[in-house]
């Protein structure tokens, strides 16, 4: 456990046959958003019932994919628990430490002037797909104690990183779905 989540990748052993076939139907099922897209990366996380999720951050691709694994029983604020996806991405000459690794930074000198965000409540089975250059963090959650009650996400990454010209993703533009 590290920071308070035990994770799998896939260069770790996570890329059974089920997942890799799961990621193939996301690509066949929304070819818009996915086209040009391979499949990059992706891992799964277990949180400890104490920790607050992962912090701010935008990852190396173009499409994210979060879905949510533990059922909604184990949730005890269901309006809570999900992803927080911010409407600003990385300036285009920051390196990847530097977007995914100092959440001051990004906080006071790119969402502070920006804060729009887009929260989406955890929910079971529930797949949230956006552009993967947002900034974004776990939504604080509290979830039951015990083993079996632990908060699960998989993501899956697509393709390159897209940092854009306005670093921006306009409100009224599909940045996140749910």
Known sequence: TLGGYVGAYIDDGLHSRLLLEVAKELHLKFPLIFKGHDLKYLWSYKYDARYGGIHTHADQAAVNVNLWLTPDEANLHPNSGGLVIFTSKPPGDWEFTEYNSNPEIIHSKILAPHFTNITVPYKYNRAVI??????????SFTFKKGYENRRINLTLLY???QHGSKGTCDP??????Q
């Open 130 to 139: 956006f552009d993967s250059a947002l900034f974004h963090h776990t939504d």
């Open 159 to 161: 393709g390159e990183m």
């Open 172 to 177: 009224g533009d599909s940045c996140a779905s």
